[in-house]
């Protein structure tokens, strides 16, 4: 629940949804704004998302709640906030590719969080950050990165996907764990229930093709001529 549990969490996620749109849309329309202050920008992300793990991890830890079938980070969203995390601080290129599509998963997210719309009560603000972020970094990489999306990229990431989603499905049934949702299945499990794990897992990565290759079709061509601020 949230922290500030004062705060009805429909209104907190309407809200949310309104500010992402806003951001994605002042990414297009306030390049020269944000390409000055780009550095201020990335060190409150960076701040934010290092806040956002430590209350996430260290939290769960100091309570004595830890555990390995159900706290380690190997979930879709959660690896991305890992990996954005480690591109705000070191600008390593390397990864913007997967930032750019995998990332993406952050903006589903938000939309339409694991579960049951009434899942909404459960978010927290470390939900939220990091999705926010995640949902608007492919715009902020292609804008003001001087990222190009390649199809070479596209296979890449969705067959990591792959990779990633039918290798744990024999490690959850070995530890009794739950990691990308590979039991619950999310929305698919409440329209299709009883499906097996390769399935969903084959249903998971095919959609995530479709939707990165929205992304990809959508930004290819494109080419944002701004002055590039030196990170």
């Given at each position: 629940?949230?922290?500030?549990?004062?705060?009805?969490?429909?209104?907190?996620?309407?809200?949310i949804?309104i500010?992402?749109?806003?951001?994605?849309?002042?990414?297009?329309?306030?390049?020269?704004?944000?390409?000055?202050?780009?550095?201020?920008?990335?060190?409150?992300?960076?701040?934010?998302?290092?806040?956002?793990?430590?209350?996430?991890?260290?939290?769960v830890?100091?309570?004595?709640?830890?555990?390995?079938?159900?706290?380690?980070?190997?979930?879709?969203?959660r690896?991305?906030?890992?990996?954005?995390?480690?591109?705000?601080?070191?600008?390593?290129?390397?990864?913007?590719?997967?930032?750019?599509?995998?990332?993406?998963?952050?903006?589903?997210?938000?939309?339409?969080?694991?579960?049951?719309?009434?899942?909404?009560?459960?978010?927290?603000?470390?939900?939220?950050?990091?999705?926010?972020?995640?949902?608007?970094?492919?715009?902020?990489?292609?804008?003001?990165?001087?990222?190009?999306?390649?199809?070479?990229?596209?296979?890449?990431?969705?067959?990591?996907?792959?990779?990633?989603?039918?290798?744990?499905?024999?490690?959850?049934?070995?530890?009794?764990?739950?990691?990308?949702?590979?039991?619950?299945?999310?929305?698919?499990?409440?329209?299709?229930?009883?499906?097996?794990?390769?399935?969903?897992?084959?249903?998971?990565?095919?959609?995530?093709?479709?939707?990165?290759?929205?992304?990809?079709?959508?930004?290819?061509?494109?080419?944002?001529?701004?002055?590039?601020?030196k990170?």
């Amino acid at each position: 629940m949230l922290y500030f549990n004062f705060i009805n969490p429909y209104i907190v996620y309407a809200f949310i949804i309104i500010f992402t749109a806003c951001t994605i849309h002042a990414i297009f329309n306030y390049r020269i704004f944000i390409s000055k202050h780009k550095k201020i920008i990335l060190l409150i992300v960076s701040g934010l998302l290092i806040w956002t793990q430590l209350a996430r991890y260290l939290g769960v830890f100091l309570k004595g709640e830890f555990t390995f079938t159900e706290s380690l980070p190997f979930y879709m969203c959660r690896l991305s906030v890992l990996v954005l995390l480690y591109y705000t601080l070191t600008k390593d290129k390397r990864v913007e590719s997967f930032l750019f599509y995998w990332g993406a998963t952050g903006l589903a997210g938000i939309i339409y969080p694991n579960g049951s719309i009434g899942n909404i009560v459960n978010l927290t603000e470390t939900f939220y950050i990091d999705h926010f972020f995640l949902s608007i970094m492919p715009f902020f990489l292609v804008v003001y990165q001087g990222y190009k999306p390649s199809l070479k990229d596209l296979l890449i990431i969705t067959g990591l996907m792959a990779i990633l989603l039918y290798s744990f499905i024999p490690i959850n049934n070995l530890i009794g764990s739950d990691y990308f949702y590979l039991k619950d299945q999310s929305i698919i499990g409440i329209m299709f229930p009883g499906l097996s794990s390769y399935i969903f897992a084959t249903i998971h990565y095919l959609v995530a093709f479709v939707y990165f290759s929205i992304f990809y079709f959508g930004f290819r061509n494109k080419n944002y001529k701004i002055e590039q601020v030196k990170l």
